[in-house]
């Protein structure tokens, strides 16, 4: 009887702690991004000369749509790039470009990432645009629901990945107007897979005003 006890005990445990795994109860809660937090983020280009640069240049005159990717070899972050990929035709047709950052250069796995991506990819060796506090999701993720959902989704859709690169700091994606007209969207991952939705990218994009060429300013 006591052995059934204990036992009895124990699965109690186990499913009290799977049920607060799949709450939000326990996840780290965002802080947002800054205007000018971002725009003093130190960028470098991946090309054979690299270069080093501020953030701003990315959307300073046009505005952008940046995907700070998680890492670039896991298969639910391919996922979400080809979505956000997928809305190239009308960022181009709105004159908004399609960014990512990555926090790490391993191995080929930026370059391998590159056709599920249709935008240039920086270097982001700091971890800025993972901030202003990073957040992390570690073995909790493995029992949550809707990360098994997002995984069956990701498999079901034909992506596969690797396990090659940093991948516990959670990334985002942003919608950046021009000049000072600031963050018009901050999409923070809070768990693995949880991808943006593309039609609020598009609706973000909408509202970036166009830049005034006298001023400087939108």
Known sequence: MGMWSIGAGALGAA??????????????????????????????TLGKESRTFKAKELWEKNGAVIMAVRRPGCFLCRAEAADLSSLKPQLDELGVPLYAVVKEQVKAEVKDFQPYFKGEIFL?????????????MMFMGLIRLGVWYNS???????????????????????????????????????????????????????????????SGES
């Open 15 to 44: 499913a009290l702690a799977v049920l607060l795994a799949n709450t939000d109860m326990f996840l780290s809660k965002p802080r947002k991004a800054e205007l000018e937090y971002l725009e003093d983020i130190d960028l470098k």
């Open 152 to 214: 069956f989704r990701a498999w079901n859709g034909g992506f596969s990945g690797n396990l090659e690169g940093e991948g516990f700091i959670l990334g985002g994606v942003f919608v950046i107007g021009p000049g000072k007209q600031g963050v018009l969207l901050e999409h923070r991952e809070k768990e693995f897979g949880d991808k943006v939705n593309p039609f609020s990218v598009l609706e973000a994009v909408k509202k970036i005003k166009p830049q005034n060429p006298a």
């Open 124 to 136: 982001d060796e700091k971890k800025k645009f993972y901030g202003p506090e990073r957040r992390k």
